[in-house]
């Protein structure tokens, strides 16, 4: 089975168990790379065109705000074809209870009919959310499988879990 990471992954400040930080390598950006090493996937990094804020705060106003107005901002790249893909990895962190709106602009153009979706997101608290349900606006003719929720701060010690879940899974 040939599989793809779609993802979403924020650099810049991030909020790590009520502390902030600046990072060079997004949370959910790590646990995509562990999902490519174990699965041999190929990569998709979802990026606004107009990045957010580099500040946790700013970033999390303009998420919650472009949530609230239902927008689908620009991205700097788009995939429009996954017909070679048997298996899509969703991911993301958890903004206002589901994925930044980036990954809905993308979701939006693509046909998951046949696919399987493994759905996963990095998060300090949020688990999961809603965005199995989300994601399943976008694919409700694919098969879904349990998702994988993982604390940011955990990321780096995180592979065995993953390696679980998708063994669990597929």
Known sequence: MKSLVIYFSRIDENYFGG??????????????????????????????KI????????CIEEAKIEQRNGELPELKNYLD??????VIFIGGPIYWGTLPQPMFTLLSRLNFDGKVIMPFSTHEG??????????????????????????????????DKVEKWIKENL
């Open 19 to 48: 502390a902030m930080r600046y990072i060079t390598k997004g949370n959910t950006e790590v646990v995509a790379e562990e999902i490519r090493d174990i699965t041999g996937a190929d990569l998709f990094k979802v990026e606004r």
């Open 51 to 58: 990045d957010y804020a580099k500040d946790y705060r700013t």
């Open 126 to 159: 949020s688990g999961l959310a809603s965005i199995v349900r989300d994601i399943k606006k976008y694919a409700p003719n694919a098969t879904i499988k349990s998702g994988l929720a993982i604390v940011g701060s955990n990321v780096y010690q995180s592979k």
């Open 81 to 86: 074809d996954i017909s070679n893909y048997d």
